[in-house]
């Protein structure tokens, strides 16, 4: 009989991985192949990965009984089998064969270490969730002269059957009684801010200057490649109030966007804009004003470690 080395470790190295993942309960597809004449049938059979065989080797879910049932005899048989047979070619114990060991890998961003935290795009369920958890850590006195609208008021405006009752909700807020008003918007899957500063000023005043920051952490996006639809927006929130302000005054309202530090992947854009408003509401001056500006809106605004810190407590 040939014997295949490279074969018959690849095969203990199957065994040994199988009966990890197994005894772990990560198990999501047992693919089973049998040999009929000339045709070969495979059998798929899907597991609740929520399934804990170690601990409940007879009692399933009574949904996948079977096919559980079925999948842990046929790998129990198997394994016992094919340890039966390797343990009649190899004199010595197979659990003595040197592995690697599986490390944890850090991803690095010029020096900053990037610290665990959810990947996961934030809905706008649980921004609004952790935007108003936010909001509690600031005292009545300090949120005064801010307001913020929901996440999804801005979508729903682009929406034409929803813009008067959008408009509506917008009229409720009062948002010209506040110095400044976050707006945070989710628009093709990317979150930014934008934050409406004096806008109950009926004149231009130097101390006191009717602007809108927009604040994206991915340039790369183009951010004000939504500047029009903006500006169309803040035209109906006057035109709403009942406001004098024409479309021409409305128009030389600075729209500007500060250079603020960048996210490094595609999924971190929600976390930053609730960062962005808990410094905004930290550190924003009584009197916005062009003189100063960008202020403390600069790239080095915050850290990566900064951020997950917020984000880690926040999640809490």
Not at 167 to 174: A, D, G, P, R
Not at 277 to 285: C, D, G, R, T, Y
């Amino acid at each position: 009989m040939v014997f295949h080395f490279r074969k018959c470790y690849k095969v203990i190295v199957d065994l040994r991985n199988q009966k990890r993942e197994t005894d772990s309960g990560r198990v999501r597809k047992f693919v089973y192949s049998r040999q009929k004449k000339t045709e070969t049938i495979r059998e798929v059979i899907e597991i609740d990965p929520e399934v804990d065989f170690a601990n409940q080797e007879g009692e399933f879910d009574s949904r996948h009984e079977t096919k559980i049932a079925y999948a842990h005899h046929k790998i129990k048989t198997e394994t016992v089998a094919l340890s039966k047979l390797l343990s009649s070619i190899f004199p010595f114990d197979l659990n003595s064969i040197p592995r690697r060991p599986r490390t944890k890998i850090k991803k690095k961003f010029k020096g900053n270490v990037a610290l665990t935290r959810s990947k996961e795009k934030l809905n706008s369920g649980v921004f609004d969730f952790y935007l108003a958890k936010v909001w509690r850590s600031f005292s009545e006195d300090r949120k005064r002269s801010f307001a913020y609208m929901d996440s999804l008021w801005f979508s729903l405006y682009r929406n034409a059957k929803c813009k008067d009752k959008v408009l509506s909700w917008i009229n409720k807020e009062q948002i010209f009684t506040k110095e400044y008003v976050f707006v945070p918007i989710v628009c093709w899957g990317h979150w930014s801010l934008l934050i409406f500063c004096h806008f109950g000023e009926n004149l231009p005043s130097f101390s006191r200057s009717r602007c809108m920051l927009l604040l994206d952490s991915l340039e790369m996006a183009d951010p004000r490649r939504i500047e029009p639809e903006i500006r169309r927006f803040v035209q109906d929130i006057y035109k709403a109030g009942d406001r004098p302000e024409t479309k021409r005054i409305i128009s030389q309202i600075p729209f500007l966007v500060p250079k603020v530090p960048q996210q490094k992947d595609d999924t971190d854009c929600g976390n930053f804009v609730l960062y962005f408003i808990k410094l905004f509401l930290e550190l924003a001056p009584d009197n916005f004003s062009m003189e100063g500006y960008p202020y403390f809106m600069k790239k080095d605004w915050f850290t990566l470690e900064e951020l997950d810190s917020f984000c880690e407590n926040t999640t809490r």
